[in-house]
């Protein structure tokens, strides 16, 4: 049995201790730790430290895996990355793994943007180019889920591949919180894949199924919620939601078979 926690936006040191408070409470070990994005608030290494201490001793045999989030400055993750192993980051790039005898391919990346917020506009040079080569790499390794022999694809993103997981969100600012133009590619896949977003923290759609795509919004706020997945041998998945007194929220169960059609 594969199990992996999976949560977003934490924005250390700032939601930190909600974070200590649902995951202190888990009684197991993931295998696997995926984060999408938003580990820090506005570039705090301060922050970014207290979440990576805590996660690296709580769950010391566990591998972490990150995608960047929009408080995770480019600058401060340089330093991190050039000093710091504790986090594998993946920034517009794709993992192969095997845990626990399943084979997994993860692919990472901050995500697209429809359209960019007045402040990337202002600062980032070539913003819709940036976000226009990014989303076809992120179809690219999309498209290509079929014809590999993983038990299981993942794909790690901070902003959404979909408009399905924002509502609650104002839908006026929807293009600023993600894109709908993986929505296509996400219903042809035929093979198992999870993709996990963060960033819409009024979301309340948290899952939804595009084709055999499970799509899970697993911003920490403002439900406090984390994810737990799990993957048996026959490859069902189980999805439970923790909260913030350390009970089951609710349970998200299926089966990959209810995605097969």
């Not at 517009?92 to 990337?120: A, C």
């Not at 795509?213 to 923790?242: A, G, H, Q, Y």
Request: net charge positive; charged share 25%; with cysteine.
């Amino acid at each position: 049995m594969l199990k992996i926690l999976a949560f977003s936006d934490v924005h250390s040191p700032q939601y930190f201790n909600k974070f200590r408070r649902v995951t202190e409470s888990l009684n197991f070990t993931p295998h696997l730790i995926l984060i999408a994005g938003d580990l820090m608030e506005k570039g705090s290494l301060e922050g970014y430290n207290i979440l990576v201490n805590y996660l690296s001793s709580r769950f010391r045999d566990s591998r972490i895996i990150a995608c960047p989030g929009n408080e995770d400055f480019e600058n401060v993750l340089k330093n991190i990355i050039d000093k710091d192993h504790r986090v594998e980051w993946l920034i517009d790039r794709e993992v192969s793994i095997s845990i626990e005898g399943f084979k997994l391919r993860i692919y990472g990346s901050k995500g697209v943007l429809d359209k960019p917020t007045p402040w990337q506009k202002k600062y980032i040079r070539d913003i819709e180019e940036i976000y226009q080569k990014r989303l076809e790499m992120i179809k690219n390794f999309i498209n290509d889920v079929d014809s590999s022999k993983q038990d299981l694809a993942i794909l790690l993103l901070h902003y959404s591949p979909t408009y399905t997981t924002l509502e609650g969100e104002p839908s006026r600012i929807w293009p600023m919180l993600g894109t709908n133009k993986l929505e296509h590619d996400l219903k042809l896949v035929k093979s198992r894949l999870i993709v996990l977003h963060g960033h819409a923290h009024k979301s309340v759609n948290r899952k939804i199924v595009l084709g055999n795509s499970i799509i899970l919004n697993v911003s920490f706020p403002e439900k406090w919620n984390v994810f737990l997945i799990t993957i048996n041998e026959k490859l069902s998945i189980d999805i439970t939601l923790r909260g913030i007194e350390g009970t089951d929220y609710g349970k998200l169960r299926s089966s990959i078979l209810d995605y097969l059609t």
